[in-house]
């Protein structure tokens, strides 16, 4: 799966991250210079090559190869009950603003033939965070992907993440949560849907 943010892909190797911090600084130096900031200041001589390398790093999702490689395994125990992870956090940027988003991912599957090794979940959340990003497309991506590659019964996402462009600029509404959510299959059902709501509300016992 390509990240669909890609620009098509040119005929050339991809660069290397070194190559592309030296490509990137000198835009991050002409927004200094447009601002008026005094870039000999000495907090400020590494900066752009900083920036570079923090962009490099926020947007890795972009990067070529940067899919998980998502281990399956047989359902022996056909367990047909739901698997949920709660509480996953998450930092992504928001591709109206590219400041970021963030908060916690509650995501459920109801094996068929297949689990997933457990750590893969938060690998694919990552994946798709890493990148320009909005929180809608985010939650339906990975419903996606888990639906995609693990063939469950069912599929459910619930995204809670505070925006920065909505808390520090704009419209300064510091605190509100945004809640968005993805459902496939048996999760359609109501009474599976209040399943995972009672999974999500039990308190932390830890
Ligand atoms: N649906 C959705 N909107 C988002 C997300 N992140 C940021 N936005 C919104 O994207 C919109 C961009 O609106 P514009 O009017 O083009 O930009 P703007 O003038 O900076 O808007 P304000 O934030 O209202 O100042 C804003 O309403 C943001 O709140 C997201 O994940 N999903
Ligand atoms: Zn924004």
Redesign the pocket.
């Known amino acids: 799966m390509r990240p669909e943010l890609l620009r098509k892909s040119k005929a050339s190797a991809p660069a290397s991250e070194e190559e592309l911090i030296k490509r990137l600084a000198p835009h991050v130096e002409a927004i200094l210079d447009q601002l008026g900031v005094d870039r000999s200041d000495p907090n400020l001589q590494d900066t752009p090559r900083r920036v570079a390398a923090m962009f490099l790093e926020m947007f890795h999702g972009l990067k070529e190869g940067a899919e998980p490689s998502v281990t399956v395994f047989p359902n022996e125990e056909r367990y047909s009950a739901m698997v949920m992870e709660r509480d996953i956090p998450f930092y992504s940027m928001?591709?109206?603003?590219l400041v970021p988003?963030y908060g916690h991912a509650h995501i459920a599957y109801i094996p068929g033939k297949h689990i997933v090794g457990l750590s893969k979940i938060p690998r694919i959340l990552e994946f798709y965070a890493k990148r320009p990003?909005?929180?809608?497309r985010l939650t339906e991506q990975v419903a996606d992907y888990l639906w995609q590659r693990l063939e469950p019964l069912g599929v459910m996402v619930v995204i809670e993440a505070r925006?920065l462009?909505?808390e520090m600029?704009?419209?300064k509404k510091p605190g509100t949560l945004?809640v968005t959510s993805a459902i496939r299959g048996a999760f359609e059902n109501a009474k599976v849907r209040e399943e995972f709501l009672g999974f999500l509300n039990r308190s932390q016992k830890w």
């Open positions: 928001c591709a109206h603003h988003f990003q909005i929180q809608e925006h462009c909505m600029r704009g419209v945004t």
